[in-house]
């Protein structure tokens, strides 16, 4: 069944470690994002791909980066982990550039709690 | 900048109707999309409107008017399993598109 898959699921960490959060997507989509959500709160979108070696920057700043090697692959590294980053971070991917009728696909989030 | 705007807590009864409202103020304006959070969860989509008018899938239907800057999403025959968070998301931009949500109106579902 082709789906979107976050791991860890949750992530408790010490400040200033390294951490990178998994998502990988079985659909063939070349469009993947990454948002940052607060419990109640909107989502917001730090970074996004639109295929193969392209990311770019959303519009929430985010000290986070991303890479995208392989199409069903899209990573994202917090080099230097601070309290500030908890949060849940929701990735998705989309296979219309304009969304289309079918809209995103998000995965089930990673909630990361920097300690 | 983009923003959105929705009710933050709806609360309706099992079986009624309820309309979550929603206005926009974006550049580049393509569509509207509704989507449905549960605690916890993931977003799920349910609806995007690019014309004007109403677009029905089963219990749900979602309205948008460009000149208003105005849509909305309508729920019918309310289920307890309707209880959820639901975002509606702005999608803009020239070229570049993205997506921008509000930040969701919380409805609950009573008996």
């Known amino acids: 069944e082709a789906d979107i898959y976050q791991t860890p699921r949750y992530l408790v960490i010490g400040t200033g470690k390294k951490i990178t959060l998994e998502c990988s997507q079985t659909?063939?989509?070349?469009?993947m994002y990454w948002y940052q959500q607060d419990p109640g709160m909107e989502l917001h979108l730090i970074h996004y791909s639109y295929g193969v070696n392209s990311t770019e920057k959303g519009d929430l700043s985010s000290e986070s980066t991303v890479s995208r090697i392989r199409t069903e692959h899209f990573p994202l590294t917090l080099e230097s982990a601070r309290p500030s980053h908890t949060s849940q971070y929701l990735c998705?991917?989309?296979?219309?550039?304009?969304?289309?009728?079918?809209?995103?696909?998000f995965g089930s989030g990673t909630r990361l709690t920097v300690v | 900048g983009q923003s959105l705007e929705q009710p933050s807590e709806v609360t309706a009864v099992e079986g009624a109707i309820v309309q979550i409202n929603c206005t926009y103020q974006?550049?580049?304006?393509?569509?509207l999309s509704w989507y449905q959070q549960h605690d916890g969860g993931a977003p799920t989509f349910l609806s995007y409107?690019?014309?004007?008018g109403l677009e029905e899938t089963g219990r749900f239907s979602s309205f948008l008017s460009r000149s208003d800057s105005y849509g909305y999403l309508l729920l019918q025959e309310l289920q307890m399993k309707d209880s959820a968070s639901y975002f509606c998301?702005?999608?803009?931009?020239?070229?570049?598109?993205?997506?921008?949500f509000g930040k969701g109106t919380k409805l609950s579902v009573i008996p």
């Open positions: 409107n690019a014309l004007d």
């Open positions: 998301a702005a999608l803009s931009g020239a070229g570049s598109y993205q997506l921008t």
């Open positions: 998705a991917s989309s296979e219309h550039q304009g969304q289309g009728p079918y809209g995103y696909t």
């Open positions: 659909m063939g989509h070349d469009k």
């Open positions: 974006t550049s580049g304006f393509y569509g």
